[in-house]
T-cell receptor, first 112, second 117 residues
Framework: DTAVSQTPKYLVTQMGNDKSIKCEQN?????MYWYKQDSKKFLKIMFS???????INETVPNRFSPKSPDKAHLNLHINSLELGDSAVYFC???????????FGPGTRLTVL | AQSVTQLGSHVSVSEGALVLLRCNYS??????LFWYVQYPNQGLQLLLK??????LVKGINGFEAEFKKSETSFHLTKPSAHMSDAAEYFC???????????????FGKGTHLIIQP
């Protein structure tokens, strides 16, 4: 009965690799998000996406790209991973007309 | 642009004592306001939210918060702390709905709540 799920929970990889993190929500929401939480626990929006538009935080490198195969999924692809990409990445979802966002359990990415 | 300030990166209270976590925001219009809790190695759970209406909002686990427009504040309180309240607490804001919360949440830097036995 998980509302927002992410896989994998932990991801350890080498610099320069390309990796993906998957997110699925079964809440029937129409908007999904990716957030990055750094080592100091600061949370920052990376992307928000619904079937009408993708809003990108201008500080996010273009090595990061969201891909949405359908309304229930928003995957995060990261190319040419760098040490500074190490963080916890959270997926979230909401209704476009509603302010509440529901968060997944997070994916801890470690780049060596 | 919106911003959120949480005063005190760490707050320590005794079990049974009052919990007060402070949040002030900066926004051109009254925003939607949220408090989230994060337990170790877990995701964020919504404690409570303010959108419109009554300025005192009650949330889960005995927490409540009051929106004070004149002070641009949304402080979180709980009358009696419990050991299980130990966690990281985040205050967040979003623009009032004008086509969607699709702009995302702006978070404060978090307050680590420590409960002393």
């Amino acid at each position: 009965d998980t509302a927002v799920s992410q896989t994998p929970k932990y991801l350890v990889t080498q610099m320069g690799n390309d990796k993906s993190i998957k997110c699925e929500q079964n809440l029937g929401h129409d908007t999904m998000y990716w957030y990055k939480q750094d080592s100091k626990k600061f949370l920052k929006i990376m992307f928000s996406y619904n079937n009408k538009e993708l809003i990108i935080n201008e500080t996010v490198p273009n090595r990061f790209s969201p891909k949405s195969p359908d309304k229930a999924h928003l995957n995060l692809h990261i190319n040419s991973l760098e040490l500074g990409d190490s963080a916890v990445y959270f997926c979230a979802s909401s209704q476009l007309a509603g302010p509440e966002q529901f968060f997944g359990p997070g994916t801890r990415l470690t780049v060596l | 642009a919106q911003s959120v300030t949480q005063l005190g990166s760490h707050v320590s209270v005794s079990e049974g004592a009052l919990v007060l976590l402070r949040c002030n925001y900066s926004s051109s219009v009254p925003p939607y306001l949220f408090w989230y809790v994060q337990y170790p190695n877990q995701g964020l759970q919504l404690l409570l939210k303010y959108t419109t209406g009554a300025t005192l909002v009650k949330g889960i686990n005995g927490f409540e918060a009051e929106f004070k427009k004149s002070e641009t504040s949304f402080h979180l309180t709980k009358p009696s702390a419990h050991m299980s309240d130990a966690a990281e607490y985040f205050c967040a804001v979003s623009e009032p709905y004008s086509g969607g919360g699709a702009d995302g949440l702006t978070f404060g830097k978090g307050t680590h709540l420590i409960i002393q036995p």
